[in-house]
């Protein structure tokens, strides 16, 4: 039998034990990101892969690999979930509508103190196949709580 040097061939279909539910986005996610890391195909859910332009080897392989990862995400949810996500074109169109139903990046939480009512973003960590945050996006938002440590006074003599 040939050996065949493309790294799709004899991969495995099942990526994490975990199925996603929609009670579980948290757990289902970190163990098949690291799945995807691992078998090398993270930059196709996180928007990096280039898409190859016009008909090519570099385009049927592209093809192929995508499918396999579509395939490993179908394997990873249930059968409720996987309805969803059937159509989409590509993994990346799978992982973001996943994300978006399930991942709820933000949610806003408030609290009393002292007779106040504080409201305070809080956020999951951000998933490990999103784009990293621009500069701009880290400054602390207008409800951070900043400390800052109190004025030193200096006596001259």
């Known amino acids: 039998m040939a050996e065949s040097t493309s790294s799709t061939v004899n991969s495995n279909i099942q990526v994490t034990i975990i199925r996603l539910t929609k009670e579980n986005y948290l757990q289902w996610s970190a163990p098949i990101t690291m799945g995807i890391v691992v078998r090398g195909r993270i930059t196709y859910v996180n928007g990096r892969k280039?898409?190859?332009?016009?008909?090519?080897?570099?385009?049927?392989?592209?093809?192929?690999?995508?499918?396999?990862?579509?395939?490993?995400i179908v394997n990873s949810v249930s059968s409720d979930?996987?309805?969803?996500?059937?159509?989409?074109?590509?993994?990346?169109?799978?992982?973001?509508?996943?994300?978006?139903?399930?991942?709820?990046?933000?949610?806003?939480?408030?609290?009393?103190?002292?007779?106040?009512?504080?409201?305070?973003?809080?956020?999951?960590p951000p998933s490990l196949v999103s784009p990293p945050p621009s500069p701009v996006a880290s400054l602390p938002s207008p409800l951070t709580r900043v400390t800052l440590p109190k004025a030193r006074t200096c006596r001259f003599k």
Do not use: C
Request: net charge neutral.
């Open 50 to 72: 280039v898409e190859p332009v016009g008909t090519s080897v570099a385009s049927d392989t592209r093809f192929l690999e995508d499918n396999q990862l579509k395939t490993w």
């Open 81 to 124: 979930i996987q309805t969803l996500i059937l159509r989409k074109r590509t993994a990346r169109d799978m992982w973001v509508i996943l994300e978006e139903m399930y991942g709820q990046k933000k949610k806003t939480v408030r609290s009393h103190h002292e007779g106040e009512i504080v409201a305070v973003a809080v956020e999951h």
